[in-house]
T-cell receptor, first 114, second 113 residues
């Protein structure tokens, strides 16, 4: 089975610019997560989708971050405007709703804000 | 909110020795505890997990133990090899359809040949 696909792999932008990341989960996986991993830290959940609905976005800085999963399949995470502290790896993960267990991460997008 | 603590933050062991990483969690309703291994520049990968209905689980050289009363769990790696060098994250969640996994801050393990 294909894994979780993410693009781009790397992105460098200047502060105050905008950026978007894309994620295509494993086929059939209804639950999709976006995590932010700052260097030297554990992944921190930003937002969780169940199909095309938001389950948890309590940690998403909504003044600058937004995410959508319009058709319940792939998802986009956007930052506008970016700050220096947004430099991190953005990881997407997915799992089936009906199965328990750890989920599969994508390779991530490494964002550097200069 | 939910919180997962992890110790030590860094760990160096000689090849062949054992390594132990310990975690505590705050949400008493957590019942699923996965461990992830992240090599430099790569994605976190699930290496083992344990559910609250068991106290210990083994898979070759790795084992996890869980003490629900004390709300702590541990990862044990025996006969360490250089390829075990990585960052290890413990995590906790309630195993429901909608729940997320909360990660610890990570332990950087170095196995010295």
């Amino acid at each position: 089975e294909a894994g979780v696909a993410q693009s781009p792999r790397y992105k460098i932008i200047e502060k105050r610019q905008s950026v978007a990341f894309w994620c295509n989960p494993i086929s059939g996986h209804a639950t999709l997560y976006w995590y932010q991993q700052i260097l030297g830290q554990g992944p921190k959940l930003l937002i969780q989708f169940q199909n095309n609905g938001v389950v948890d976005d309590s940690q998403l800085p909504k003044d600058r971050f937004s995410a959508e999963r319009l058709k319940g399949v792939d998802s986009t995470l956007k930052i506008q405007p970016a700050k220096l502290e947004d430099s991190a790896v953005y990881l997407c993960a997915s799992r089936e709703s009906s199965t328990w267990g750890g989920y599969t991460f994508g390779s991530g997008t490494r964002l550097t804000v200069v | 909110g939910e919180n997962v603590e992890q110790h030590p933050s860094t760990l160096s062991v000689q090849e062949g020795d054992s390594a132990v990483i310990k975690c505590t969690y705050s949400d008493s309703a957590s019942n699923y505890f996965p461990w992830y291994k992240q090599e430099l520049g790569k994605r976190p990968q699930l290496i083992i997990d344990i559910r609250s209905n068991v106290g210990e689980k083994k898979d070759q050289r790795i084992a996890v133990t869980l003490n629900k009363t004390a709300k702590h769990f541990s990862l044990h790696i025996t006969e360490t090899q250089p390829e075990d060098s990585a960052v290890y994250f413990c995590a906790a969640s309630r195993e429901t359809s909608y729940d997320k996994v909360i990660f610890g801050p990570g332990t950087s393990l170095s196995v010295i040949p």
